[in-house]
């Protein structure tokens, strides 16, 4: 059971097999004997899980069962919960309780979930790798000297490991599915502006969306249908997103007719040739069940990194200035007067990365060099936009690698904060033009799981699970997990 997906729990759960509260003790005692060697979790409260649990049997016992019901679920430490401490992994939110819950929360714990507690994170979501967190670097289950990517590496780590079957990572360059490909699992991004963002704590506003993180296609369809929706309390989300059947998205059992995209720009050397060899071998097998691989191109793609690390930090330095000393989270000892308190708190509160992108962020801003940097970066993310819809007038969906390496050693890229925004640079272009985008292992490389990345228009999710299912369901690759921690690899 503990490997089994999303779906496959709650058919065990709706035949009576099992009950939540089963479920919920096998994934905490799992918690409780990987935990320390990965630190996937940053809090867990063992006994609110139990009676979640124990409260969803209760509603199945008297109700029709909810989409999620019993069904456990971690979130990264970035979503808002009035259960328990959010501190986005940083010291300046350090024991800081939210005073209510994110909409996606409140969505997940009216669909029946079980909220397992919040997972590792790169502070402020800022990071390739989760070794930004103020709560000490999370481990990759497939090898414990390697990253589980970030920034919602505690999540890819925890569903790698089956400390959990699944969880809520967030997304503004790759974070969901960048720690999704090298932890072997699925995640997806969805389309901007499909996901409230409310309660989230933002980094960048323009670009982050939350979304799942599971073992299979289906799973993050389920976890999608229960999470999306207009929320009035958040402006960007967009009022009528068209409706999706998720889950009949994910019936598609071949491709044929299918025309997928195989951007050149995404094929280059410098990347691993083992992934790229895994790739390409992935887009050979969708060949065979039926799909056409048509050769496109999106010139822009190689500004894209550029771009988003002027548009990222600007966002992330106007929305960090809140974190001040005065309203919440870390406030210095005896400051000497208004301007020391700020500064202080914030120099003792804040970590290197999350300085740099203030920093970054705020001269990209100032005046003189606003139309130079942000203004040049909003103008690249609309060339961006135009590539990619040029090519979905040929093609229903891109196919790429997630990453262009797999997992690396801890502490390998720490120094050289430019090799490590790399990691990105085959996800931060869909950010960039607010498109879905899905991970799914499609193999291994060096001996690590290696992500496919599906790319769809806009509002296109059924798409990109439709093309993920089908690939899912002609291969094994999500049956592997790690050995070490009880899986078959
Ligand atoms: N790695 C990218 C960054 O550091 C993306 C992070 C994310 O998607 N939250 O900004």
């Not at 669909?111 to 790798?129: H, I, P, Q």
């Amino acid at each position: 059971m503990p490997f089994s997906s999303l779906s496959e729990i709650q058919n065990r759960l709706s035949s009576g097999e099992t009950t939540a509260v089963e479920v919920a003790r096998l994934y905490l005692d799992r918690i409780a004997s990987f935990n320390d060697e990965l630190n996937a979790f940053v809090h867990i409260d063992p006994a609110h899980v139990l009676a979640q649990a124990q409260a969803s049997d209760k509603y199945r016992s008297e109700h029709d069962a909810r989409p999620l019901e019993g069904l456990p679920i971690a979130v990264k430490d970035i979503f808002c919960t009035q259960d328990g401490p959010t501190q986005c992994c940083s010291n300046i939110l350090k024991d800081f309780h939210a005073p209510y819950d994110a909409e996606v929360i409140t969505k997940l714990k009216e669909a029946g979930a079980v909220l397992v507690g919040k997972t590792n994170m790169d502070e402020f979501a800022m990071g390739s790798s989760t070794e930004t967190s103020a709560f000490g670097v999370c481990r990759n289950p497939w090898d414990t000297e390697r990253i589980p990517g970030g920034s919602s590496g505690g999540s890819a780590a925890a569903v790698a490991a089956a400390l959990t079957p699944a969880a809520l990572g967030t997304d503004t360059g790759g974070s969901i599915r960048q720690p999704a490909a090298v932890t072997g699992i699925t995640g997806l991004k969805p389309t901007y502006g499909r996901v409230s963002r409310r309660g989230i704590i933002a980094f960048a506003s323009s670009l982050d969306q939350a979304g799942p993180m599971t073992r299979t296609v289906k799973d993050c369809a389920m976890i999608t249908g229960a999470i999306v929706g207009h929320d009035p309390r958040d402006a960007t989300s967009v009022a009528d997103a068209p409706a999706i059947d998720w889950l009949a998205a994910c019936e598609s059992r071949d491709m044929k007719g299918l025309k997928i995209g195989k951007p050149k720009e995404y094929f280059v050397d410098g990347m691993d040739a083992e992934v790229r060899a895994s790739v390409e071998a992935a887009l050979k097998k969708c060949e065979e069940l039926g799909a056409e691989i048509i050769d496109i191109s999106l010139p822009n793609t190689e500004h894209a990194v550029a771009a988003y690390y002027v548009i990222a930090p600007s966002e992330a330095s106007a929305n960090l200035s809140r974190y001040d000393g005065v309203r919440f989270g870390h406030r210095c000892d005896n400051p000497e007067d208004l301007l020391d308190m700020y500064t202080r708190s914030r120099d003792e509160g804040f970590g290197s990365e999350v300085k740099r992108r203030i920093l970054t962020g705020a001269f990209a801003l100032s005046s003189g060099y606003y139309d130079a940097y942000y203004l040049k970066a909003q103008q690249v993310r609309t060339l961006v936009q135009q590539d990619f819809t040029a090519a979905f007038e040929q093609v229903d969906v891109i196919a790429t690698p997630t990453s262009p390496i797999t997992a690396f050693k801890l502490g390998e890229k720490t120094d050289d904060p430019l090799t490590m925004y790399l990691s990105d640079i085959f996800t931060i272009a869909v950010n960039l033009a607010g498109l879905p985008g899905l991970s799914q292992p499609c193999g291994f490389a060096n001996n690590l799981p290696v992500g496919l990345q599906w790319i769809g228009p806009a509002w296109r999710e059924d798409s990109v699970l439709s093309a993920a299912a089908a690939y899912e369901a002609a291969t094994e690759w999500t049956t592997r997990s790690p050995a070490a921690f009880g899986g078959e690899s």
